[in-house]
Nanobody
Framework: QVQLVESGGGLVQAGGSLRLSCAAS????????MGWYRQAPGKQRELVAI???????NYADSVKGRFTISRDNAKNTVYLQMNSLKPEDTAVYYC?????????WGQGTQVTVSS
């Protein structure tokens, strides 16, 4: 099984930046993709960004140009650099890992952007 440890969430003013980190441990062999989802109150969970083992990335339209996903393979860690944050980015952000065809989820980290 894969264990995910998230960090980097917090409170920031609009226009500011945060970097989220998610470190994977345990049975980490065969990970195909790592990424981030988010869920705001009253809304469905949505994909924010994902990066595959081959380095391909995908972003939600709402964050393109502002967020950057990256990974450190040696540390089995995925990052989400969030710039130019907006109040509508406020949500719980969940780390997401796919090993083979099986997903794993982090417990979530709160990101709050004040106006």
């Amino acid at each position: 099984q894969v264990q995910l440890v998230e960090s980097g969430g917090g409170l920031v003013q609009a226009g500011g930046s945060l970097r989220l980190s998610c470190a994977a441990s345990g049975n980490i062999f065969g990970i195909n993709a790592m990424g981030w989802y988010r869920q705001a109150p009253g809304k469905q969970r949505e994909l924010v960004a994902i990066i595959t083992s081959g380095g391909s990335t995908n972003y939600a339209d709402s964050v393109k140009g502002r967020f950057t996903i990256s990974r450190d393979n040696a540390k089995n860690t995925v990052y989400l650099q969030m710039n130019s944050l907006k109040p509508e980015d406020t949500a719980v952000y969940y780390c997401y890992i796919v090993r083979g065809s099986y997903p794993s989820w982090g417990q979530g980290t709160q990101v709050t952007v004040s106006s």
